[in-house]
Protein backbone atom coordinates (compact mmCIF):
# COMPACT_ATOMS: atom_id res chain seq x y z
CA UNK A 1 0.00 0.00 0.00
CA UNK A 2 1.64 2.97 -0.85
CA UNK A 3 0.74 6.90 0.91
CA UNK A 4 1.84 9.94 0.79
CA UNK A 5 5.94 10.70 1.02
CA UNK A 6 5.49 12.44 3.95
CA UNK A 7 3.79 9.52 5.52
CA UNK A 8 6.55 6.68 4.52
CA UNK A 9 8.60 5.47 6.49
CA UNK A 10 11.96 3.24 5.98
CA UNK A 11 11.56 -0.11 5.83
CA UNK A 12 7.73 0.39 4.69
CA UNK A 13 6.81 -2.91 3.11
CA UNK A 14 6.76 -2.65 -0.54
CA UNK A 15 4.16 -5.69 -0.72
CA UNK A 16 1.19 -3.28 -1.38
CA UNK A 17 -0.59 -4.84 1.59
CA UNK A 18 -2.69 -2.73 4.24
CA UNK A 19 -0.86 -1.93 7.22
CA UNK A 20 -2.38 -0.11 10.85
CA UNK A 21 -1.63 3.05 9.57
CA UNK A 22 -4.83 3.20 7.11
CA UNK A 23 -7.18 2.00 9.40
CA UNK A 24 -8.20 5.27 11.27
CA UNK A 25 -9.22 6.32 7.28
CA UNK A 26 -12.13 3.88 8.10
CA UNK A 27 -14.26 6.65 10.00
CA UNK A 28 -14.89 8.38 7.06
CA UNK A 29 -15.47 5.45 4.56
CA UNK A 30 -17.78 4.04 6.51
CA UNK A 31 -20.99 3.73 5.73
CA UNK A 32 -20.72 2.51 2.33
CA UNK A 33 -20.38 -1.08 3.01
CA UNK A 34 -22.12 -0.76 6.85
CA UNK A 35 -19.21 -0.55 8.64
CA UNK A 36 -19.45 1.29 11.70
CA UNK A 37 -18.95 4.71 12.13
CA UNK A 38 -16.44 6.60 15.03
CA UNK A 39 -18.59 9.15 17.48
CA UNK A 40 -19.08 12.50 17.05
CA UNK A 41 -16.30 14.91 18.09
CA UNK A 42 -16.82 18.21 18.34
CA UNK A 43 -15.75 18.96 15.36
CA UNK A 44 -18.67 16.68 13.52
CA UNK A 45 -21.18 19.29 15.66
CA UNK A 46 -19.92 22.32 13.91
CA UNK A 47 -22.79 24.09 12.28
CA UNK A 48 -22.69 23.46 8.55
CA UNK A 49 -19.48 21.60 7.83
CA UNK A 50 -18.50 22.71 4.52
CA UNK A 51 -19.65 25.75 4.48
CA UNK A 52 -17.64 26.77 7.62
CA UNK A 53 -14.80 25.60 6.45
CA UNK A 54 -15.19 27.57 3.67
CA UNK A 55 -16.15 30.86 5.83
CA UNK A 56 -13.14 29.89 8.44
CA UNK A 57 -11.00 30.96 5.26
CA UNK A 58 -12.57 33.50 3.71
CA UNK A 59 -10.74 36.76 2.70
CA UNK A 60 -12.36 40.14 3.37
CA UNK A 61 -15.54 40.72 2.00
CA UNK A 62 -14.19 43.26 -0.44
CA UNK A 63 -11.93 41.04 -1.62
CA UNK A 64 -12.33 39.33 -5.45
CA UNK A 65 -13.73 36.23 -6.07
CA UNK A 66 -14.28 36.26 -9.53
CA UNK A 67 -13.83 37.98 -12.89
CA UNK A 68 -15.92 36.90 -15.98
CA UNK A 69 -15.30 36.87 -19.45
CA UNK A 70 -18.67 39.06 -19.72
CA UNK A 71 -16.64 41.98 -17.02
CA UNK A 72 -18.83 40.95 -13.85
CA UNK A 73 -16.94 40.65 -10.48
CA UNK A 74 -18.43 39.06 -7.70
CA UNK A 75 -16.22 39.69 -4.33
CA UNK A 76 -16.49 37.16 -1.43
CA UNK A 77 -19.02 39.28 0.60
CA UNK A 78 -21.03 38.87 -2.78
CA UNK A 79 -21.03 35.41 -2.37
CA UNK A 80 -22.15 35.58 1.38
CA UNK A 81 -24.74 37.50 0.59
CA UNK A 82 -26.37 36.18 -3.02
CA UNK A 83 -25.82 32.46 -1.52
CA UNK A 84 -27.63 33.54 1.41
CA UNK A 85 -30.60 34.91 -0.87
CA UNK A 86 -30.69 32.10 -3.08
CA UNK A 87 -30.83 29.65 0.19
CA UNK A 88 -33.53 31.48 1.63
CA UNK A 89 -35.49 31.05 -1.66
CA UNK A 90 -34.07 27.28 -1.51
CA UNK A 91 -36.44 26.98 1.92
CA UNK A 92 -39.41 29.11 0.53
CA UNK A 93 -39.40 26.65 -1.71
CA UNK A 94 -40.35 24.29 0.34
CA UNK A 95 -36.63 22.19 -0.15
CA UNK A 96 -35.54 20.44 3.06
CA UNK A 97 -32.35 19.16 4.09
CA UNK A 98 -31.44 16.35 2.58
CA UNK A 99 -33.88 16.82 -0.66
CA UNK A 100 -31.74 16.69 -4.36
CA UNK A 101 -31.81 19.84 -5.64
CA UNK A 102 -31.11 18.44 -9.71
CA UNK A 103 -29.49 21.73 -12.05
CA UNK A 104 -28.81 21.70 -15.36
CA UNK A 105 -27.34 25.34 -16.67
CA UNK A 106 -25.24 27.10 -18.21
CA UNK A 107 -21.72 28.09 -16.18
CA UNK A 108 -22.42 31.61 -14.58
CA UNK A 109 -21.40 33.09 -11.39
CA UNK A 110 -25.17 32.43 -10.33
CA UNK A 111 -24.49 28.74 -11.07
CA UNK A 112 -21.73 28.67 -8.52
CA UNK A 113 -23.48 30.53 -6.46
CA UNK A 114 -26.89 27.76 -6.19
CA UNK A 115 -23.93 24.96 -5.39
CA UNK A 116 -23.05 27.16 -2.55
CA UNK A 117 -26.84 27.75 -1.45
CA UNK A 118 -27.39 24.21 -1.38
CA UNK A 119 -24.93 23.65 0.78
CA UNK A 120 -25.94 26.14 2.84
CA UNK A 121 -29.78 25.06 2.99
CA UNK A 122 -28.22 21.35 3.76
CA UNK A 123 -29.94 20.45 0.21
CA UNK A 124 -28.22 18.04 -1.81
CA UNK A 125 -26.43 19.68 -5.08
CA UNK A 126 -27.08 17.26 -8.40
CA UNK A 127 -25.40 19.37 -11.23
CA UNK A 128 -26.40 17.82 -14.65
CA UNK A 129 -24.16 18.21 -17.87
CA UNK A 130 -25.96 21.08 -20.15
CA UNK A 131 -25.71 18.63 -23.08
CA UNK A 132 -27.46 16.06 -21.53
CA UNK A 133 -31.06 15.61 -23.30
CA UNK A 134 -34.54 15.01 -22.23
CA UNK A 135 -34.33 11.28 -22.67
CA UNK A 136 -30.95 11.59 -19.57
CA UNK A 137 -32.79 13.96 -17.56
CA UNK A 138 -35.73 12.23 -17.74
CA UNK A 139 -33.78 9.05 -16.25
CA UNK A 140 -32.00 11.39 -13.39
CA UNK A 141 -35.27 12.98 -12.12
CA UNK A 142 -36.73 9.70 -12.04
CA UNK A 143 -33.87 7.88 -10.05
CA UNK A 144 -32.59 11.07 -8.01
CA UNK A 145 -36.59 11.93 -7.00
CA UNK A 146 -35.32 15.91 -6.68
CA UNK A 147 -37.87 17.63 -4.83
CA UNK A 148 -36.64 20.87 -6.88
CA UNK A 149 -35.31 21.42 -10.60
CA UNK A 150 -33.20 24.54 -11.70
CA UNK A 151 -32.87 25.37 -15.09
CA UNK A 152 -32.14 27.86 -17.75
CA UNK A 153 -35.15 29.25 -19.35
CA UNK A 154 -34.43 28.73 -22.74
CA UNK A 155 -34.55 25.47 -21.43
CA UNK A 156 -37.95 25.49 -18.98
CA UNK A 157 -40.79 24.63 -21.65
CA UNK A 158 -39.01 20.76 -22.00
CA UNK A 159 -37.48 20.59 -18.56
CA UNK A 160 -40.95 21.41 -16.57
CA UNK A 161 -43.05 18.92 -17.25
CA UNK A 162 -40.52 16.54 -16.67
CA UNK A 163 -39.30 18.16 -13.26
CA UNK A 164 -43.24 17.34 -12.50
CA UNK A 165 -43.49 13.99 -14.07
CA UNK A 166 -40.86 13.24 -11.18
CA UNK A 167 -42.58 15.43 -8.86
CA UNK A 168 -40.48 17.89 -8.51
CA UNK A 169 -41.15 21.46 -8.44
CA UNK A 170 -39.08 23.89 -11.12
CA UNK A 171 -38.07 27.26 -11.76
CA UNK A 172 -35.29 28.84 -13.46
CA UNK A 173 -32.25 30.51 -12.85
CA UNK A 174 -32.10 33.87 -14.48
CA UNK A 175 -35.53 35.32 -16.13
CA UNK A 176 -38.26 36.98 -14.27
CA UNK A 177 -41.39 36.53 -12.87
CA UNK A 178 -42.44 33.93 -10.28
CA UNK A 179 -41.06 30.91 -11.76
CA UNK A 180 -37.49 32.29 -11.71
CA UNK A 181 -35.10 31.20 -8.77
CA UNK A 182 -33.39 34.82 -9.04
CA UNK A 183 -35.76 36.91 -8.94
CA UNK A 184 -37.55 35.71 -5.91
CA UNK A 185 -33.66 35.72 -4.58
CA UNK A 186 -33.37 39.22 -4.68
CA UNK A 187 -36.29 39.80 -2.55
CA UNK A 188 -34.46 37.71 0.35
CA UNK A 189 -32.38 38.67 3.33
CA UNK A 190 -28.64 38.79 2.68
CA UNK A 191 -28.39 37.06 6.55
CA UNK A 192 -28.78 33.25 6.54
CA UNK A 193 -28.11 30.85 9.36
CA UNK A 194 -26.52 28.02 7.71
CA UNK A 195 -28.74 24.36 7.92
CA UNK A 196 -27.01 22.36 10.64
CA UNK A 197 -24.79 19.77 8.65
CA UNK A 198 -22.16 17.63 9.81
CA UNK A 199 -19.22 15.86 8.16
CA UNK A 200 -20.92 12.82 7.23
CA UNK A 201 -23.94 14.52 5.55
CA UNK A 202 -24.51 14.60 1.46
CA UNK A 203 -23.37 17.59 0.14
CA UNK A 204 -23.69 16.42 -3.67
CA UNK A 205 -24.78 13.94 -6.02
CA UNK A 206 -22.47 13.77 -9.54
CA UNK A 207 -24.23 10.71 -11.75
CA UNK A 208 -21.55 8.69 -13.11
CA UNK A 209 -22.08 5.93 -16.12
CA UNK A 210 -22.03 2.62 -15.53
CA UNK A 211 -20.17 -0.25 -17.23
CA UNK A 212 -23.75 -2.06 -17.44
CA UNK A 213 -25.71 1.43 -18.67
CA UNK A 214 -27.45 2.34 -15.64
CA UNK A 215 -26.24 5.70 -14.36
CA UNK A 216 -25.07 6.03 -10.99
CA UNK A 217 -25.31 8.81 -8.56
CA UNK A 218 -22.25 9.01 -6.52
CA UNK A 219 -23.17 10.45 -3.05
CA UNK A 220 -20.42 12.85 -1.89
CA UNK A 221 -20.66 14.43 1.75
CA UNK A 222 -19.32 17.36 3.01
CA UNK A 223 -16.14 15.82 4.08
CA UNK A 224 -15.01 14.21 1.32
CA UNK A 225 -15.28 17.87 -0.39
CA UNK A 226 -13.98 19.82 2.63
CA UNK A 227 -10.56 17.20 3.40
CA UNK A 228 -10.14 17.26 -0.40
CA UNK A 229 -10.05 20.78 -0.99
CA UNK A 230 -7.86 21.61 2.42
CA UNK A 231 -5.66 18.91 1.00
CA UNK A 232 -5.30 19.86 -2.82
CA UNK A 233 -5.03 23.93 -1.02
CA UNK A 234 -2.06 22.45 0.68
CA UNK A 235 -0.23 20.16 -1.79
CA UNK A 236 -0.93 23.07 -4.79
CA UNK A 237 0.17 25.79 -2.72
CA UNK A 238 -2.85 27.56 -3.31
CA UNK A 239 -3.30 31.03 -1.33
CA UNK A 240 -5.07 34.29 -1.19
CA UNK A 241 -2.82 35.83 -3.86
CA UNK A 242 -3.50 33.47 -6.70
CA UNK A 243 -5.46 33.49 -9.51
CA UNK A 244 -6.69 30.57 -11.14
CA UNK A 245 -8.11 30.45 -15.23
CA UNK A 246 -11.41 28.51 -14.43
CA UNK A 247 -12.59 27.65 -17.80
CA UNK A 248 -14.05 23.94 -16.95
CA UNK A 249 -17.54 23.06 -17.19
CA UNK A 250 -19.00 23.64 -13.02
CA UNK A 251 -21.11 20.27 -13.41
CA UNK A 252 -18.23 17.52 -13.12
CA UNK A 253 -15.63 17.23 -10.21
CA UNK A 254 -12.59 18.76 -12.16
CA UNK A 255 -14.51 22.00 -12.84
CA UNK A 256 -16.49 22.03 -9.82
CA UNK A 257 -14.78 20.58 -6.40
CA UNK A 258 -10.99 20.56 -7.69
CA UNK A 259 -11.12 23.71 -9.32
CA UNK A 260 -13.97 25.65 -7.79
CA UNK A 261 -13.27 24.70 -4.19
CA UNK A 262 -9.41 24.72 -4.31
CA UNK A 263 -9.94 28.74 -4.56
CA UNK A 264 -13.31 29.23 -2.14
CA UNK A 265 -10.76 27.32 0.47
CA UNK A 266 -7.97 29.31 -0.14
CA UNK A 267 -9.88 32.37 -0.40
CA UNK A 268 -7.83 33.19 -3.90
CA UNK A 269 -9.60 34.49 -6.74
CA UNK A 270 -10.18 33.22 -10.68
CA UNK A 271 -11.27 34.12 -14.05
CA UNK A 272 -14.46 32.52 -14.79
CA UNK A 273 -14.59 31.74 -18.47
CA UNK A 274 -18.07 30.50 -19.51
CA UNK A 275 -16.02 28.39 -22.33
CA UNK A 276 -12.94 27.46 -22.82
CA UNK A 277 -11.26 29.91 -25.60
CA UNK A 278 -7.66 29.05 -26.14
CA UNK A 279 -7.14 32.82 -27.77
CA UNK A 280 -8.38 34.08 -24.63
CA UNK A 281 -6.74 31.97 -22.32
CA UNK A 282 -3.68 33.31 -23.42
CA UNK A 283 -4.38 36.56 -23.19
CA UNK A 284 -5.50 35.76 -19.24
CA UNK A 285 -2.25 33.90 -18.81
CA UNK A 286 -0.27 37.32 -17.52
CA UNK A 287 -2.75 38.23 -15.51
CA UNK A 288 -3.16 34.41 -13.72
CA UNK A 289 -0.99 32.44 -11.29
CA UNK A 290 -2.56 28.98 -12.25
CA UNK A 291 -4.04 27.37 -14.90
CA UNK A 292 -6.62 23.44 -14.37
CA UNK A 293 -7.57 21.73 -17.48
CA UNK A 294 -8.12 18.48 -19.28
CA UNK A 295 -5.21 17.05 -21.81
CA UNK A 296 -7.23 19.04 -24.93
CA UNK A 297 -6.53 22.24 -22.92
CA UNK A 298 -3.13 22.40 -23.18
CA UNK A 299 -3.01 20.36 -27.30
CA UNK A 300 -5.38 23.28 -28.39
CA UNK A 301 -3.30 26.04 -26.24
CA UNK A 302 0.13 24.34 -27.74
CA UNK A 303 -1.75 25.24 -31.09
CA UNK A 304 -2.25 28.56 -30.58
CA UNK A 305 -0.43 31.67 -31.58
CA UNK A 306 1.51 33.61 -28.38
CA UNK A 307 1.85 30.45 -26.39
CA UNK A 308 5.37 31.26 -24.79
CA UNK A 309 7.59 31.57 -21.70
CA UNK A 310 7.09 35.78 -21.25
CA UNK A 311 2.60 34.80 -21.85
CA UNK A 312 3.44 32.10 -18.97
CA UNK A 313 6.07 34.12 -16.58
CA UNK A 314 3.27 34.84 -13.83
CA UNK A 315 2.04 31.29 -13.59
CA UNK A 316 3.00 29.16 -10.88
CA UNK A 317 0.91 25.81 -11.93
CA UNK A 318 -0.46 24.08 -14.97
CA UNK A 319 -2.89 21.40 -13.41
CA UNK A 320 -3.94 18.58 -15.48
CA UNK A 321 -6.35 15.93 -14.97
CA UNK A 322 -9.47 13.59 -15.82
CA UNK A 323 -7.92 11.84 -18.60
CA UNK A 324 -4.34 11.00 -19.70
CA UNK A 325 -1.79 13.42 -20.45
CA UNK A 326 0.91 12.36 -23.25
CA UNK A 327 4.10 12.63 -22.17
CA UNK A 328 4.90 13.98 -25.47
CA UNK A 329 2.27 17.36 -24.62
CA UNK A 330 4.59 17.51 -21.00
CA UNK A 331 7.03 17.72 -22.83
CA UNK A 332 6.32 20.21 -25.59
CA UNK A 333 4.48 22.42 -23.02
CA UNK A 334 7.69 22.45 -20.94
CA UNK A 335 9.35 23.31 -24.31
CA UNK A 336 7.10 26.50 -25.00
CA UNK A 337 6.42 27.66 -21.54
CA UNK A 338 9.25 26.43 -19.52
CA UNK A 339 6.52 24.79 -17.27
CA UNK A 340 6.59 21.18 -16.23
CA UNK A 341 2.32 20.19 -16.22
CA UNK A 342 1.72 18.74 -13.00
CA UNK A 343 -0.59 16.04 -13.90
CA UNK A 344 -3.17 14.78 -10.99
CA UNK A 345 -5.46 11.41 -10.81
CA UNK A 346 -9.37 11.45 -9.44
CA UNK A 347 -12.48 9.81 -10.15
CA UNK A 348 -15.91 11.17 -9.81
CA UNK A 349 -16.64 9.15 -6.72
CA UNK A 350 -13.02 9.62 -4.92
CA UNK A 351 -12.40 13.19 -5.46
CA UNK A 352 -8.55 13.83 -5.91
CA UNK A 353 -6.27 10.66 -5.28
CA UNK A 354 -2.79 11.26 -6.31
CA UNK A 355 -0.66 14.20 -7.95
CA UNK A 356 2.44 14.99 -8.55
CA UNK A 357 4.50 17.42 -5.99
CA UNK A 358 4.68 21.26 -6.73
CA UNK A 359 8.03 20.80 -5.41
CA UNK A 360 10.26 18.19 -6.29
CA UNK A 361 10.15 16.09 -9.89
CA UNK A 362 6.72 16.46 -11.73
CA UNK A 363 6.89 13.31 -13.52
CA UNK A 364 5.22 13.08 -17.62
CA UNK A 365 3.32 9.70 -17.95
CA UNK A 366 2.52 9.41 -13.52
CA UNK A 367 0.00 10.74 -11.49
CA UNK A 368 2.30 11.51 -8.52
CA UNK A 369 1.44 10.09 -5.16
CA UNK A 370 -1.22 9.41 -3.18
CA UNK A 371 -2.52 12.82 -1.30
CA UNK A 372 -1.99 12.84 2.59
CA UNK A 373 -4.97 11.21 4.18
CA UNK A 374 -5.12 8.35 0.78
CA UNK A 375 -3.64 4.91 1.28
CA UNK A 376 -3.20 3.57 -2.64
CA UNK A 377 -2.58 -0.09 -3.43
CA UNK A 378 -2.50 -2.39 -5.91
CA UNK A 379 -3.70 -5.12 -6.28
CA UNK A 380 -5.20 -8.34 -8.21
CA UNK A 381 -8.62 -7.69 -9.88
CA UNK A 382 -10.13 -10.63 -9.57
CA UNK A 383 -9.00 -11.50 -5.74
CA UNK A 384 -8.06 -8.62 -4.43
CA UNK A 385 -4.86 -9.66 -3.16
CA UNK A 386 -2.28 -7.19 -2.53
CA UNK A 387 0.49 -6.97 -5.38
CA UNK A 388 3.75 -5.57 -5.12
CA UNK A 389 6.00 -2.35 -6.44
CA UNK A 390 6.08 -2.59 -9.95
CA UNK A 391 3.25 -4.99 -10.48
CA UNK A 392 0.07 -3.70 -12.70
CA UNK A 393 -3.10 -4.25 -11.31
CA UNK A 394 -6.09 -2.36 -9.85
CA UNK A 395 -5.57 0.64 -8.44
CA UNK A 396 -7.81 1.03 -5.39
CA UNK A 397 -7.81 3.88 -2.73
CA UNK A 398 -9.53 5.02 0.80
CA UNK A 399 -9.67 7.66 2.42
CA UNK A 400 -11.41 10.97 3.67
CA UNK A 401 -11.96 12.00 -0.17
CA UNK A 402 -13.68 8.37 -1.02
CA UNK A 403 -17.52 8.89 -1.59
CA UNK A 404 -20.05 6.62 0.78
CA UNK A 405 -21.73 4.68 -1.91
CA UNK A 406 -24.27 4.98 -4.96
CA UNK A 407 -27.31 6.35 -4.53
CA UNK A 408 -29.93 3.87 -3.73
CA UNK A 409 -27.86 0.74 -5.52
CA UNK A 410 -26.26 -1.31 -2.25
CA UNK A 411 -25.95 -3.81 -4.45
CA UNK A 412 -23.28 -1.47 -6.56
CA UNK A 413 -22.14 -0.36 -3.86
CA UNK A 414 -20.83 -3.51 -1.83
CA UNK A 415 -19.40 -4.86 -5.02
CA UNK A 416 -16.83 -1.86 -5.89
CA UNK A 417 -15.74 -1.90 -2.19
CA UNK A 418 -13.53 -4.70 -0.53
CA UNK A 419 -14.14 -5.79 2.49
CA UNK A 420 -11.55 -3.49 4.08
CA UNK A 421 -12.97 -0.53 2.67
CA UNK A 422 -11.06 -0.14 -0.16
CA UNK A 423 -12.61 1.23 -3.25
CA UNK A 424 -12.34 -0.63 -6.33
CA UNK A 425 -11.25 2.00 -9.33
CA UNK A 426 -11.24 0.31 -12.16
CA UNK A 427 -8.27 1.94 -13.11
CA UNK A 428 -5.31 -0.39 -13.57
CA UNK A 429 -1.78 0.87 -12.64
CA UNK A 430 1.42 0.43 -11.46
CA UNK A 431 3.75 1.98 -8.42
CA UNK A 432 7.22 2.41 -9.92
CA UNK A 433 10.73 2.45 -7.77
CA UNK A 434 10.57 5.77 -6.81
CA UNK A 435 6.77 5.19 -5.54
CA UNK A 436 5.41 7.21 -8.44
CA UNK A 437 1.90 5.85 -9.95
CA UNK A 438 1.40 5.11 -13.34
CA UNK A 439 -2.13 4.46 -14.62
CA UNK A 440 -1.60 1.58 -17.42
CA UNK A 441 -4.92 1.15 -18.59
CA UNK A 442 -8.59 0.58 -17.71
CA UNK A 443 -10.28 -2.42 -16.13
CA UNK A 444 -13.55 -0.87 -17.17
CA UNK A 445 -14.63 -0.76 -20.66
CA UNK A 446 -14.62 3.20 -20.54
CA UNK A 447 -13.59 5.89 -23.30
CA UNK A 448 -12.59 9.35 -21.90
CA UNK A 449 -12.97 11.86 -24.49
CA UNK A 450 -11.80 15.24 -24.07
CA UNK A 451 -12.09 14.92 -20.22
CA UNK A 452 -15.92 13.52 -20.66
CA UNK A 453 -16.79 9.50 -19.70
CA UNK A 454 -18.67 7.76 -22.46
CA UNK A 455 -19.23 4.24 -21.41
CA UNK A 456 -19.23 2.14 -24.71
CA UNK A 457 -22.49 -0.23 -23.51
CA UNK A 458 -24.55 2.84 -23.61
CA UNK A 459 -24.19 3.79 -27.26
CA UNK A 460 -24.22 -0.37 -27.90
CA UNK A 461 -27.34 -0.49 -26.70
CA UNK A 462 -28.43 2.47 -28.46
CA UNK A 463 -27.35 1.16 -31.45
CA UNK A 464 -28.18 -2.39 -31.30
CA UNK A 465 -31.68 -1.14 -31.13
CA UNK A 466 -31.71 0.43 -34.40
CA UNK A 467 -33.89 -1.47 -36.93
CA UNK A 468 -30.96 -2.30 -39.51
CA UNK A 469 -28.63 -2.83 -36.99
CA UNK A 470 -27.96 -6.17 -36.04
CA UNK A 471 -25.11 -5.56 -33.61
CA UNK A 472 -22.19 -3.01 -32.65
CA UNK A 473 -18.83 -2.23 -30.68
CA UNK A 474 -17.87 1.00 -29.00
CA UNK A 475 -14.15 1.81 -29.13
CA UNK A 476 -12.17 4.74 -28.14
CA UNK A 477 -9.57 5.27 -30.83
CA UNK A 478 -6.50 7.36 -30.43
CA UNK A 479 -7.47 11.19 -31.29
CA UNK A 480 -5.55 13.90 -31.53
CA UNK A 481 -8.08 16.25 -29.80
CA UNK A 482 -9.55 14.66 -27.56
CA UNK A 483 -7.46 11.90 -26.32
CA UNK A 484 -9.66 9.59 -27.60
CA UNK A 485 -12.29 9.48 -30.27
CA UNK A 486 -15.79 7.79 -29.79
CA UNK A 487 -15.91 5.14 -32.60
CA UNK A 488 -18.65 2.99 -33.52
CA UNK A 489 -17.78 -0.28 -35.22
CA UNK A 490 -21.71 -1.62 -36.81
CA UNK A 491 -22.59 -4.82 -38.11
CA UNK A 492 -25.34 -4.61 -40.50
CA UNK A 493 -28.68 -6.63 -40.82
CA UNK A 494 -29.33 -8.80 -43.49
CA UNK A 495 -30.68 -7.00 -46.82
CA UNK A 496 -29.65 -3.62 -44.41
CA UNK A 497 -28.59 -0.28 -45.83
CA UNK A 498 -28.69 2.07 -43.16
CA UNK A 499 -26.00 4.88 -43.22
CA UNK A 500 -23.97 6.19 -40.44
CA UNK A 501 -25.64 9.78 -41.15
CA UNK A 502 -29.06 7.32 -40.09
CA UNK A 503 -27.70 6.26 -36.94
CA UNK A 504 -26.55 9.20 -35.80
CA UNK A 505 -29.53 10.91 -36.34
CA UNK A 506 -31.75 8.26 -34.72
CA UNK A 507 -29.17 8.74 -31.25
CA UNK A 508 -29.27 12.70 -31.76
CA UNK A 509 -32.10 12.72 -29.24
CA UNK A 510 -31.03 10.11 -26.58
CA UNK A 511 -27.67 10.88 -25.95
CA UNK A 512 -25.23 13.49 -25.46
CA UNK A 513 -23.81 15.23 -28.30
CA UNK A 514 -20.18 14.70 -26.99
CA UNK A 515 -21.01 10.98 -26.65
CA UNK A 516 -22.12 10.74 -30.20
CA UNK A 517 -19.08 8.68 -32.56
CA UNK A 518 -16.81 10.86 -34.23
CA UNK A 519 -16.71 7.96 -37.33
CA UNK A 520 -19.27 4.64 -37.52
CA UNK A 521 -17.24 2.16 -39.69
CA UNK A 522 -19.50 -0.83 -41.02
CA UNK A 523 -17.85 -4.38 -41.39
CA UNK A 524 -19.44 -7.70 -41.61
CA UNK A 525 -18.69 -9.07 -38.23
CA UNK A 526 -17.18 -8.38 -35.08
CA UNK A 527 -14.38 -10.45 -33.91
CA UNK A 528 -15.07 -12.65 -31.05
CA UNK A 529 -13.29 -15.13 -28.49
CA UNK A 530 -13.85 -18.44 -28.06
CA UNK A 531 -16.22 -17.85 -25.23
CA UNK A 532 -18.47 -15.07 -27.83
CA UNK A 533 -16.75 -12.13 -26.54
CA UNK A 534 -16.43 -9.25 -28.41
CA UNK A 535 -12.25 -8.48 -28.83
CA UNK A 536 -12.65 -5.02 -28.36
CA UNK A 537 -8.64 -5.12 -28.53
CA UNK A 538 -8.36 -6.31 -31.93
CA UNK A 539 -10.77 -3.48 -33.50
CA UNK A 540 -8.72 -0.79 -31.28
CA UNK A 541 -6.09 -2.22 -32.84
CA UNK A 542 -7.46 -2.58 -36.38
CA UNK A 543 -8.22 1.63 -35.93
CA UNK A 544 -5.48 2.89 -34.21
CA UNK A 545 -4.49 5.04 -37.23
CA UNK A 546 -8.35 6.27 -37.93
CA UNK A 547 -7.95 9.29 -36.45
CA UNK A 548 -4.43 10.61 -37.14
CA UNK A 549 -3.73 14.19 -38.21
C1 LIG B 1 -17.46 18.82 -27.21
N1 LIG B 1 -17.66 17.88 -28.14
C2 LIG B 1 -17.03 16.78 -27.80
C3 LIG B 1 -16.42 17.07 -26.57
N2 LIG B 1 -16.71 18.33 -26.23
N3 LIG B 1 -16.92 15.58 -28.39
C4 LIG B 1 -16.22 14.66 -27.77
N4 LIG B 1 -15.61 14.86 -26.58
C5 LIG B 1 -15.71 16.05 -25.96
N5 LIG B 1 -15.14 16.26 -24.77
C6 LIG B 1 -18.41 17.95 -29.38
C7 LIG B 1 -19.28 19.15 -29.49
O1 LIG B 1 -20.60 18.77 -29.17
C8 LIG B 1 -19.13 19.57 -30.95
O2 LIG B 1 -20.02 18.89 -31.73
C9 LIG B 1 -17.78 19.08 -31.33
O3 LIG B 1 -17.44 18.06 -30.40
C10 LIG B 1 -16.69 20.11 -31.30
O4 LIG B 1 -16.90 20.97 -30.26
P1 LIG B 1 -15.80 21.98 -29.79
O5 LIG B 1 -16.36 23.35 -29.90
O6 LIG B 1 -14.50 21.70 -30.42
O7 LIG B 1 -15.70 21.56 -28.31
P2 LIG B 1 -15.65 22.49 -27.12
O8 LIG B 1 -16.98 23.06 -26.85
O9 LIG B 1 -14.50 23.43 -27.33
O10 LIG B 1 -15.33 21.47 -25.95
C11 LIG B 1 -14.14 20.81 -25.87
C12 LIG B 1 -13.68 20.84 -24.41
C13 LIG B 1 -14.83 20.31 -23.56
C14 LIG B 1 -12.44 19.98 -24.29
C15 LIG B 1 -13.36 22.27 -24.01
O11 LIG B 1 -15.16 19.02 -23.98
C16 LIG B 1 -14.53 20.34 -22.11
O12 LIG B 1 -14.69 21.37 -21.45
N6 LIG B 1 -14.08 19.24 -21.53
C17 LIG B 1 -13.82 19.13 -20.10
C18 LIG B 1 -14.62 18.03 -19.51
C19 LIG B 1 -14.46 17.93 -18.00
O13 LIG B 1 -14.58 18.92 -17.27
N7 LIG B 1 -14.19 16.76 -17.47
C20 LIG B 1 -13.97 16.52 -16.08
C21 LIG B 1 -14.82 15.35 -15.59
S1 LIG B 1 -14.46 15.04 -13.87
P3 LIG B 1 -20.64 19.55 -33.06
O14 LIG B 1 -20.88 18.39 -33.93
O15 LIG B 1 -21.86 20.23 -32.56
O16 LIG B 1 -19.62 20.50 -33.61
C22 LIG B 1 -13.30 13.79 -13.88
C23 LIG B 1 -12.61 13.49 -12.61
C24 LIG B 1 -11.24 14.08 -12.66
O17 LIG B 1 -12.99 13.27 -14.91
O18 LIG B 1 -10.25 13.37 -12.43
O19 LIG B 1 -11.16 15.26 -12.93
P1 LIG C 1 -14.99 10.42 -13.96
O1 LIG C 1 -15.76 9.19 -13.74
O2 LIG C 1 -15.54 11.32 -15.00
O3 LIG C 1 -14.75 11.09 -12.70
O4 LIG C 1 -13.59 9.97 -14.54
C1 LIG C 1 -12.67 9.31 -13.73
C2 LIG C 1 -11.69 8.56 -14.57
O5 LIG C 1 -10.88 9.47 -15.31
C3 LIG C 1 -10.72 7.77 -13.75
O6 LIG C 1 -11.26 6.56 -13.30
C4 LIG C 1 -9.58 7.58 -14.72
O7 LIG C 1 -9.86 6.51 -15.61
C5 LIG C 1 -9.62 8.89 -15.50
N1 LIG C 1 -8.58 9.83 -15.07
C6 LIG C 1 -8.67 10.88 -14.25
N2 LIG C 1 -7.48 11.52 -14.13
C7 LIG C 1 -6.61 10.83 -14.91
C8 LIG C 1 -5.23 10.96 -15.23
N3 LIG C 1 -4.50 11.96 -14.75
N4 LIG C 1 -4.69 10.05 -16.05
C9 LIG C 1 -5.40 9.03 -16.55
N5 LIG C 1 -6.71 8.86 -16.31
C10 LIG C 1 -7.31 9.74 -15.50
Known sequence: MLRHPSTLRPGLSRRCGLDGVARNRELFTANACGRKRRPATQEDLMSNHLFDAFRSRMPAPGRLLMQTDDGRTLTYGDLLARSAQLAHALLQLGVEPGDRVAVQVEKSPEAMLLYLACVRAGAVFLPLNTAYTLAELDYFFGDAEPSLVVCDPARADDIGPLAERSGAAHVTLGGNGLGSLTDQASRQSSDFHDVERGPHDLAAILYTSGTTGRSKGAMLSHENLA???????????????????????????????????????????????????????????????????????????????????????????????????????????????????????????????????????????????????????????????????????????????????????????????????????????????????????????????????????????????????????????????????????????????????????????????????????????????????????????????????
Open 227 to 549: SNARVLVEQWRFTKVDVLIHALPIFHTHGLFVATNVILMAGASMFFERKFDPARIISLLPRATALMGVPTFYTRLLQQEGLDREAAKNIRLFVSGSAPLLAETHKAWREATGHAILERYGMTETNMNTSNPCEGERRAGTVGFPLPGVSLRIADPDSGRPLAQGEVGMIEVKGPNVFSGYWRMPEKTKAEFRADGFFITGDLGMVDADFYVHIVGRGKDLIISGGYNIYPKELESEIDALAGVLESAVIGVAHPDFGEGVTAIVVRSPASAISAAEILAAIAGRVAKYKHPKRVIFVEELPRNTMGKVQKNLLRDAYKDLYAS
